[in-house]
């Protein structure tokens, strides 16, 4: 009042100032009071007189020097009639009924930090003065919550990890402002979606906006301190989902597994300003980590941050007990597990993933039109109509998923189910998820076929799970102590156990699968497997092992995953790619006769094609992959008893099969020409897989590394070569046209020389 005052006299100074100078009667009417003049917030409706509960509260929520001038703000006032009828079916006989911090939560959800006119309450601009008209076309309505004064009080909660008692403080309650342009960005319809959410509410908002549950019935009313916007009801304020979670026994369950992931943040600007108010040493926020925060009331605790606080939220779709009680029984007890609670942790934090819609709140039209979607970008499919629970929360919206609207998961449905769903396979859901490869083969938009190796393995191959106050990894032991597996190791076994489209393994005859390792395969004969690096272990003389290990397939409860074929081996160790020093060092290094590729190694130390100071091919120094195909020991000998091989003459072999030649009866440069018609490689050709049959590798001349043309034929069935115009040679089928691949190279042997 005394701003009033003190304004007014200040313009009647100027008035009779003026008049002196001039006595043009229009000069009155330029000068007069100005209209907005009117008083302040509090004596606006106090003048008016119908709002006397509204402001009896504020009073005695002690609002009054704010709404008195001391600060600029914006008021949302019911009048008396919404105010009686609130505390009538509110069971309060007056509004004194209310104690102080229900009537401070209450009063203080009305009366909104700073002053904004109707234009901008329909259409916020974080940017302020500065947005452009093209800025107020970009997500126009969408910037929809107004900070207001409303709070609850500090919480005394329990730290899990230490059992401490710590202060939480909470921060002020944002009002939601729906007006006509948010709906008109969103492309739903406001009446429909608003009334969703407000079923006692009706939307009229055409023109304008509604406040929560709140319909305007006048707009934009001025004030010394601000604008007044007459409302048809009082406002509920909203919790937060994580307080609605927890008030409601239906969702329990899915509540304390959310709550396996809180932990408290302690907040330094919080403490200088609160904590000795409060009577608390620190202050904290109650946080999740690796998912929504959804115990915090802000998007962002620093009030700063205008634009996100204004707009982001999180969607909760939440399955009720009865849900996850039959998904439990249905999935978790068939793969082990004795109870929920048994289940690992990176399970349940991929199963809440799963039912967050980070970063917006949202609407049924929205659901509808199957454009939201988890961050696995999988949509979620349920008739919002069915939806008994649904909640607009002040940090985002809850949807309760009962059990007639749960369907499995889908990442749990897919081929990587398994390492959700298996306790002895949980090892491989930790080498997914640090391979960040396991939302790529949870996709809908492909097939694949998975190998799924069990705990056992992996421990056997010296990887083992520890679990340590900050989580859980996959760890080796090293010189060091247990160390990490790099991500870089876990896609490398990731994608050597997994193939493109649904293969189904045969339990007869043979069949090669490229794996997602480059050059890797998976070697299948009689229902059993191999893998190529595995493979490779037959061409050492002293190998007494059968390559191949039983193969089972692994159901979805006799059902099929929804996007491929899973399988797991019967095996004491792991898949792994191929670790040797590859192919050009294994020829250089041939030392024995029982080495099917002996023979030839001989031939080209003999051309002077291996440096020994490096093992490898002095030919192929550029040569980063090379395909051979290398006649077989006695093809050789057979060949050189013949004369039958360029720049060699009446070559012997002695018992232990060493290739000797006289000086005289060698043309080490002719032989090198010769032999290296035996390679194709990457130089002069591009290769993207090794040779087999029915690979991509098709049937086609190529140039060999002698710069010959080499015809290579795959009938589907076997494998043939021609050098030029020579005889046509077979590739053997003693090891069923499995390549041996290395990491450099790959060998087929054929039963001639070229």
Known sequence: MKNRKFAI????????????????????????????????????????????????????AGFKPILQGKNILTVMAPDDTAFSKYLQDNNYSGISDLNSEELKKLIGFHLLYYSYNKERMINFRPEGDLATEEDKLKNAGLYYKFRTRSVNKSTNEIEPATGKHLTVYHLESFLPVFSYRYFNTKGIDAKTNYEYFYPGSSWEGENGFNVSNASVKEYQIIADNGYIYVIDKVLEPLETIYNELEKNNNYSMFFDLYNRNSYYEYDATLTTDYASSLGADSLYLHKHSNLPSIAVEWANSNYTDVATNARYGNSIFAPDNEALSRFFKEFWETGGYESIEEVDDLTISYLIHQFIYSGDIVFPGEIEKGTVKNEYGMPFNFNPSTINDKVMCVNGTFYGIDNNNFLMPPLFGSVVGPAFRDKDLSYYLYMLSGSGLLTSYASQDAKYTLLIPSNEQFIANGIELKTYTTGSSLQRFTEDGWADISSGEMQSIVNLHTAIGEKDLNSVGTQIIATQTGFNYWFIKDGKISSSARFNRLLEPTNIDDPFVPLTEITNNSQNWNNGIVYKYDHNDIFTSEKSDGLQHALAVSNDQRYEYYSFAQLLKLAGMINPSTNKIRDFIMVNRFISFIPTNKAVRDAILLNGIPGIKDGTFSAEGTLTVSAGNLDAARLRSYLLNYFITDIDNVITTYPYPGSTMRSNTYISAGKQSLKYTDSGTSLSIQLGTGNTVDVINDYNYFPFAFKDGSIQFIDEIL
Do not use: Q, R
């Open 9 to 60: 006299s200040a313009f009647c100074i100027l008035f009779a100032y003026l008049f002196l100078l001039s006595c043009d009667n229009k000069m009155l009417e330029h000068y007069e009071v100005p209209e907005w003049l009117k008083g302040s917030t509090w004596e606006v409706l106090e003048t008016d007189g119908n709002y006397s509960i509204f402001l009896e509260g504020a009073e005695l």
